[in-house]
């Protein structure tokens, strides 16, 4: 089977606080493609990053980081120092051989301020 | 360029009429997608065209939905005999190819009195 596991229904911290979105995917095929989407409250979904299965490499681009780890089928992400306007709701997808998009439940983020 | 765009970006209509939405994709993506989005809920994938094809037609949640691509650009979803449950925001997405990160218009909300 295929599938997405966001396993956070809603998380909420302070602002500049460390917050950490969990994936899990499943897939038996050895090429795929993951990607982190975001949906702030105005509701256009935003592209975050996209990897591939054979880019185990850890990203970086500016307070926000992505861990992929195929050992575990994880592809977390992590936002350093939050600030109110990262209050959104995450989505963690994956693209299989078969090209069919498979979507997680999504992460609601709360960031208070 | 343009984004993806969509219309109308608000329908309300009475239980058992027919809509048709419009998408209008980013010039040169092969790949379109549309996904239905209820309140407060994840992303439902509908349907994939590749071209003008729909290799994946597995997400059409009954026989009163029903998509097409012409002219490898714009897509209409149709839904007929509209039912209360029909109610969401219905999103569009393009991409290069298949594998590509997707675009994703700025939805229309279907309201079904």
């Known amino acids: 089977a295929q599938k997405v596991t966001q396993a956070q229904t809603e998380i909420s911290v302070v602002e500049k606080e460390d917050v950490t979105l969990d994936c899990v995917y499943e897939t038996r095929d050895t090429t795929y493609y993951l990607f982190w989407y975001k949906q702030p409250p105005s509701g256009e979904l935003v592209f975050l990053i996209r990897r591939n299965s054979f880019d185990e490499q850890n990203e970086i681009s500016g307070r926000y980081s992505w861990n992929f780890q195929k050992s575990t089928s994880s592809f977390n992400f992590t936002i350093t120092a939050s600030q109110v306007v990262d209050s959104a709701v995450y989505f963690c997808?994956?693209?299989?051989?078969?090209?069919?998009?498979?979507w997680g439940a999504g992460t609601k983020l709360i960031i208070k301020p | 360029g343009a984004g993806v765009s969509q219309s109308p970006s608000n329908k309300v209509t009475e239980k058992g009429k027919d809509v048709e939405l419009r998408c209008d994709p980013i010039s040169g993506h092969t790949a379109l997608y549309w996904y239905r989005q209820s309140l407060g809920q994840g992303l439902e994938f509908l349907i994939y065209f590749q071209g003008n094809s729909a290799p994946d037609k597995s997400g059409l949640p009954s026989d009163r939905f029903s998509a097409e691509r012409t002219g490898g650009s714009v897509s209409t979803l149709t839904i007929q005999r509209t039912q209360q449950e029909d109610s969401a925001v219905y999103l569009c997405a393009s991409s290069q190819d298949r594998d590509s990160r997707q675009y994703f218009g700025p939805g229309t909300r279907l309201t079904v009195t």
């Open positions: 997808a994956l693209i299989p051989s078969n090209y069919q998009l498979i």
